[in-house]
């Protein structure tokens, strides 16, 4: 991956006595403007895509003057048909503007990338209308040659996948210390269904069932009474031990990955014993992993055992 890094651009992700953010994607069709705005949408970046060069300072002042939007992100590209001649003018104009800090990233990728990725998604290139992609590419990269020297960061995708990119963006914006994926601990019953947005699932009906004990068919597994029936348990003791050490094993590969939410799904048969007393135990486990925040949702424990 190459790039050209400006420490004061990089300083611009994160509002300051500078002003806040305000960046500006562009760069060649196909190059990956449209994940990296997802990337910086999912930062909390307010995004617009295509916005009019002549709007862009309009955008700037109302970013500037509301505490409504914090950080802002637009992308603009050939398609706008003032780019060319009137983009560095308003791009001067950001800069002396007062309440924001601008940033221009530029994405490119080599012609042969360009070209294969044209013919996997089999979308037509914007400047290729009656002729080749590689026609096309050819002159998109003349015509964007004097906003590529604006740029304050130049990010050559050509070997990036998907994800690369998105970590890359997630990583100019996000400290260390700061929240990167929010993961969400579901207990459920799979009398009432599977939760369809689930990342991973594990099944608990395997184990001792407290709904089989009359004193603790009417409890949850939050009661004291229900946790200590499921602790008594060998095999439930190391069913929770393995479960502990999967989940937080490849926590950080999601975290390092980009993603921004985890769904962790835990059932039993109804969903108020086994799954939410392992759930509970989970979140304890996991509070403080770094990078990491933890949610936990019991889906079906108000649900009436009979």
Known sequence: MKVKRSRKALAALRSGP??????????????GKSQ????????????????????IPTLA?????????????????????????????????????????PI??????THAALVRRFSETRRPHPLAA???????????????????????EILDTSDLT??????????LSRDRSQTSL????????????????ADLLFDARCLPNPHFVPTLRRRTGRDRAVVSFMERDVSTRQFIQRLEEYVAFVLPFYVAEGKSYLTVAIGCT??????????????????????????????DIRQVSR
Do not use: W
Not at 162 to 171: A, G, K, Q, Y
């Open 270 to 299: 109804g969903g108020r014993h086994r799954s939410v007393m392992i759930a509970e135990r989970l979140a304890r486990q996991l509070a403080h992993t770094p990078g990491a925040q933890i949610r936990v949702r019991h889906r």
């Open 18 to 31: 500078a002003g806040r953010p305000f960046i500006i994607l562009t760069g060649l069709s196909g190059s």
């Open 130 to 152: 009656g002729r080749s992609v590689s026609e096309g590419i050819r002159e998109e990269r003349g015509r964007l040659a004097d906003v590529r020297e604006l740029a304050d």
């Open 182 to 197: 929010v993961v969400n601990l579901l207990s459920f019953g799979f009398k009432q269904g599977v939760p369809v947005d």
């Open 104 to 109: 221009l990233i530029f994405l490119e990728a």
């Open 36 to 55: 990296a705005m997802r990337a910086l949408e999912d930062l909390g970046f307010f995004c617009v895509d295509n916005l009019p060069i002549t709007l």
């Open 61 to 101: 002042r109302m970013a500037a003057r509301t505490d409504d939007i914090e950080r802002v992100a637009i992308v603009v590209d050939v398609r706008e048909r003032t780019l060319l001649k009137a983009f560095p003018r308003v791009y001067r104009q950001l800069k002396a503007m007062r309440g924001i800090h």
């Open 162 to 171: 998907v994800h690369e990119l998105r970590r890359f963006f997630m990583s």
